[in-house]
């Protein structure tokens, strides 16, 4: 029950359901809820444990620590980050922050070197490695390059106190490491640790949860691990099926329990799915198995070109969604049970269109998120400056929007000055020596805003509530004139009637929040609690859309394959099919190693595309393919071969059965017509 625990969930074989009744389980063994934690990779995937554990065991779950990796990182360095030299009010910086201060260390202005430097330092990251062991480990002069960029970008990083995403894992693991009294006080409080998609951790992450379930190799440690290694599809953000094989070595008393039956597809899309992931090589084996019957042949449609490609895709929603025996059955003939898969984000583009043409309705999963848009970016860079003043970043933005009267040159010299003397851009705007570098208006201009900033946090600390939260955001956007501000800004009144419209939807979320309508989506507080404004600020830079909980639109998705991992839809298009886009062409410098691993590892996300679907399965290919301005002949790809389908049956034209069933349609239709005219006419 508490000892060390690896479940191997196949896809569709009900993980969440395992993590929750683990919960109940261990709730009922006697282990208080409080000393369980529950983690994994996403706030949706932590919303719906949350969720379905409150369905399960009631008003405990809000005890229970279900979080995701970051958020637990963010309450660690919140409660013990002071032994590592952070503020408990340290800035958590987004990636347009983080190539800002790239540019900056390394003195280019080019953001796709400064976002090639942001990759480069993620993974090392990811591996452990700070600059100087990214230094040692350097393979050429450039990455030698980068290694110095980083040294000074982690300075900047402690100057500004502040963080980013990967040292969210990497710090409360050196926190761990490095200072015994904080890891005898967190391992006490993990009564048992739960790690949800277990396949996708890092060489970091993976350090964290031995620190965090005891350290060393015993029967006693206490977690479960809930995972796949045929979904390892993260490799390229440092995710490391390592961490899988070390399970049974680190912990020899490992107890491992597989789970093959799937609930979600039928036997002929799973025979497909094993066929595929049967050629990589094995962890640990498995087949999975259904007994929702053989269903409908998956389907392979060819086609003479992309354009070809969508009218046939949009063609087989057509006629599924007309057919009077639709697969499924007419339950699953919504727009919302269709999606449309693919390798990468450009080849949306063409069904977009074709979907457009149909007046299909339809949505681009992994669109821009709503945290991402300028007029929240700008709100969330005050909240940042209420609880750190020292955050560089989110100062020049708040002192820049809406402007203010201090220019570009006084923040310049303020710039230079601060750097002088090695303080943050606040500190130095209070700086009694501060008038020998700056005129005394701008000095002035400067201390108002100082003032206004102090201000505005000592009033967040203490607003509590929704109604006086509400109350707070609503006269402060007042106080900065932020809707003449946004009206201004725009050649579109729409466009600044719709950005002002997400302002004061963000102004609700966030109030509602503060009156403890929802728990924070982060994992951060619970249910009915009420908190200050200042407190719900601290957990905006984790969560990632306004509401992941929102009703479902009935809308056709088109995502990309790594987006679509861990959803499910009655009917699945995997499109683009081809060699040197799935799997994706090695590069020309690659080792054989590199080749192979890389298409293990295709050929996984091949397997998690066809498993997304329940009911019906079409995989379809283009003979050409716009490359540039020309058109490239291609090939279908290995995938499909490796499916072992009978071509015989599973060949189809979705628009000759479209037009079949639009004829039959209109002979009815006839058939109708002719009854009606030749009934009799009924006496009076």
Known sequence: MHGPCLVLAGAGTGKTRVITHKIARLIQSGLEPRRIAAITFTNKAAAEMRERSKGLIGGAAKEVLICTFHALGVRMLRQDGEALGLKPQFSILDSDDVAGILKDAGGTVDTATARQWQWTISLWKNMGLNAEGAALAAKDEDERQIARVMAQYQARLAAYQSVDFDDLIGLPLKLLQQHEPVRQRWQSMMGHVLVDEYQDTNATQYELLQLLVGGQPAASARFTAVGDDDQSIYGWRGATLDNLRKLPLDFPRLKVIKLEQNYRSTSAILRAANHVIGLNPKLFAKKLWSDLGEGE?????????????????????????????????????????????????????????????????????????????????????????????????????????????????????????????????????????????????????????????????????????????????????????????????????????????????????????????????????????????????????????????????????????????????????????????????????????????????????????LTRAQRSLAVSWSRKRKKGRDMVAVLPSRFIAEMALDSATTREDPREKLRALRAEFAKKAEDQAAAQAGSPVRPA
């Open 297 to 609: 042949p998956v389907r392979v449609v060819d086609a003479d070109n992309e354009e070809h490609e969508a009218e046939r895709t949009v063609a087989r929603i057509q006629s599924l969604r007309a057919g009077h025996s639709a697969v499924g059955g007419p339950q699953f003939q919504e727009f919302r049970h269709f999606a449309i898969l693919y390798r990468a984000n450009h080849q949306a583009k063409v069904f977009e269109k074709a979907l457009r043409r149909a007046q299909i309705p339809y949505k681009v999963s992994g669109g821009t998120s709503f945290f991402d848009r300028a007029e929240i970016k700008d709100l969330c860079a005050w909240f940042r400056l209420w609880l750190n003043p020292d955050d560089d970043p989110a100062f020049l933005r708040a002192v820049t929007v809406p402007k203010r009267g201090i220019g570009h040159q006084t923040l310049e010299q303020l710039s230079g000055f601060a750097g002088r003397y090695r303080i943050s851009l606040f500190e130095a705007l209070f700086s009694a020596s501060l008038g020998s570098v700056l005129r005394t208006r701008a000095v002035d201009g400067l201390h108002e805003f100082g003032r206004y900033v102090n201000d505005l946090s000592y009033r967040a600390r203490h607003t509590r509530g929704k109604e006086a939260a509400l109350e707070f955001l609503r006269d402060w956007l007042k106080e900065i004139d932020y809707e003449k501000h946004l009206f201004d800004g725009e050649d579109s009144a729409a466009l600044a009637t719709a950005r002002w419209s997400n302002v004061v939807d963000f102004c609700d979320w966030m109030a509602g929040r503060c009156g403890g309508d929802v728990q924070d989506l982060a994992g951060v507080g619970s249910p009915g609690e009420i908190k200050t404004l200042l407190e719900v600020a601290q957990t905006v830079s984790l969560i990632s859309t306004l509401n992941e909980r929102e009703t479902e639109q009935n809308l056709v998705t088109l995502s990309t394959l790594h987006a679509a991992k861990g959803l499910e839809w009655p009917h699945v298009m995997l499109v683009g099919v081809t060699e040197g886009m799935l799997p994706f062409r090695p590069g020309e410098d690659d080792s054989a190693q590199d080749i192979a691993t890389r298409l293990e590892e295709e050929r996984r996300l091949m397997y998690v595309g």
